[in-house]
């Protein structure tokens, strides 16, 4: 799956989630304060961060997310689109 999405300085991350099955049980990828890519699971209201890494952003610029789950194999990969 994919997304553009914009950050904004105030409110939380920018994410796709997939699998999800009812709150608190999901899978995740995106972007969060203070500039973080993210990839994780939400499993019974419990965040587990399966990997992440510095990313700087700007709130005034649009950024493709492209999310992808398979089997028990993750990909999440960002990318600026511009203004």
């Known amino acids: 799956m994919s997304a553009h999405v914009k950050l904004n300085s105030v ?4 994410r796709l ?5 009812g709150a608190g049980y999901f899978y995740a990828c995106g972007l ?3 500039g973080t890519l993210f990839l994780g ?3 019974g209201g419990t965040w587990y961060t399966f990997d992440s890494a510095p990313y ?6 649009w950024y493709h997310i492209d999310f992808s789950v398979y089997g028990n194999s993750q990909t999440c990969t960002v990318t600026e689109t511009g203004t």
């Open 17 to 21: 989630t997939a699998r999800n099955s």
């Open 56 to 61: 700087s952003y700007q709130t005034t610029v």
């Open 32 to 34: 969060d304060h203070p």
């Open 11 to 14: 409110y939380g991350p920018a």
């Open 41 to 43: 699971k939400e499993y």
